[in-house]
């Protein structure tokens, strides 16, 4: 099992609508692509220098070759989608951790 792990800095201008466009809309259509099993929002709870408010969104799917496929099918577009909707208030960046035990 593999996480793909975005950790999102949000401007608080935008806070609210970028996590009701989360949760209502951008999860729900990765989800949609069939390639995510499940999607968790967590709140980083470090504050940062920079302001705004950290998360960490991951989907978990079931295989390096998925999240490959996500990414030369899907990624362009989902990425795209929130760059539009939120342009120069967020910073990004993407994480694949693969799940070696769970207990």
């Known amino acids: 099992m593999y996480i793909y792990n ?3 800095n949000i401007d608080e201008s935008v806070h609210d ?10 999860i729900p ?5 069939g390639k995510f099993s499940n999607a968790r929002i967590l709140k980083v709870l470090v504050e940062e220098e920079m302001g705004g408010i950290t998360y960490s969104v991951q ?5 390096k070759k998925t999240l490959e496929r996500y990414y030369a099918e899907d990624a362009p577009r989902m990425r795209q989608d929130g760059v ?3 342009r120069d208030k967020f910073v990004a960046f993407r994480t694949e951790l693969e799940i070696i035990s769970e207990h």
């Open 6 to 8: 975005v950790t999102i």
């Open 17 to 26: 609508e970028w996590f009701s466009w989360m949760k209502d809309i951008h």
């Open 29 to 33: 259509d990765m989800l949609a692509t």
């Open 59 to 63: 989907y978990i799917t079931d295989s």
């Open 84 to 86: 539009n909707r939120f």
